[in-house]
């Protein structure tokens, strides 16, 4: 038997086929059924909204959205944080100007590290993939 402290509370339970205990899990399904509850009353509430009216923690409404557990197609106003800067979003984990910042810096990483490589580096020659992670982590 997998005994393991619950992530949410810290109580210790027979860890089986879930992360948290079953006590947590009865206390996720209820704050589940309060937002769906609140959400057939008030189809266009806002996260905000609804964790005034329920008391559900914006970040445990969000996970109930990835999840596909809450639909944003019902909820036309429904959206939660990016996960980098904050601004609200339908769908993924980042906006899109974070996204697209993200792919232009490991673009210009990549670029550079395929310059020291063709400059003839020696350290740094097989490195392959690697090395744009390995710049990022000598900063």
């Known amino acids: 038997m997998n005994l393991g402290n619950c992530?949410?509370?810290?109580?210790?339970?027979?860890?089986?086929?879930?992360?948290?205990?079953?006590?947590c899990i009865k206390d996720i399904e209820h704050e589940y059924e309060k937002c769906l509850e609140y959400l057939r009353q008030e189809k266009l509430a806002t996260i905000q909204e609804v964790h005034d009216a329920t008391g559900v923690s914006v970040k445990q409404i969000?996970?109930?959205?990835?999840?596909?557990?809450?639909?944003?197609?019902?909820?036309p106003n429904m959206m939660y944080p990016c996960e980098v800067c904050g601004v609200l979003i339908r769908e993924n984990n980042m906006c899109d100007s974070c996204r697209t910042r993200l792919t232009r810096d490991l673009s210009a990483a990549a670029k550079e590290?395929?310059?020291?490589?063709?400059?003839g580096s020696a350290d740094r020659k097989g490195s392959g993939a690697y090395?744009?992670?390995d710049k990022f982590r000598n900063q």
């Open 113 to 119: 590290d395929f310059g020291m490589e063709q400059g």
């Open 62 to 75: 969000t996970k109930f959205i990835k999840e596909g557990r809450i639909t944003v197609a019902n909820n």
């Open 7 to 23: 992530p949410r509370c810290g109580k210790l339970f027979a860890n089986n086929f879930r992360d948290i205990c079953p006590a």
């Open 131 to 133: 090395s744009a992670v």
